[in-house]
């Protein structure tokens, strides 16, 4: 993105598995770069992919990583 428009895409060279979904665009790393929080909608585990434009760097459990049952992240609105 740049700005609300958008710059271009592709797509990640990972595949978290069907249970997991993305939840959340944030930059969870103060780098400058967007991140995806990911959350698995079986067991509520939180985990991210932290990224450097459309590269992906890592991806980990977030700490705390999971949420109770049946709770989902949300995005402010």
Same mark, same amino acid.
């Given at each position: 993105?740049?700005?609300?428009?958008?710059?271009?895409?592709? $797509?990640l %060279?990972?595949? &978290?598995g069907a249970? !997991?979904r *993305?939840?959340?665009? /944030? =930059?969870? =790393?103060g =780098?400058?770069y967007? =991140?995806?929080v +990911?959350?698995? @909608? @079986?067991t509520g585990d939180l985990g991210a992919w932290? +990224? *450097? #434009? /459309? /590269? +992906?760097? @890592? #991806? !980990? $459990? $977030?700490v %705390? @990583?999971?949420? *109770?049952p049946? !709770?989902s992240v949300v #995005? &402010?609105?």
């Open positions: 993105m740049h700005g609300t428009e958008l710059a271009g895409g592709s $797509l %060279p990972a595949n &978290p249970e !997991w *993305a939840v959340a665009v /944030t =930059d969870l =790393d =780098d400058a967007s =991140d995806i +990911l959350q698995n @909608s @079986s932290y +990224l *450097a #434009g /459309t /590269t +992906l760097k @890592s #991806g !980990w $459990l $977030l %705390p @990583s999971r949420v *109770a049946g !709770w #995005g &402010p609105r």
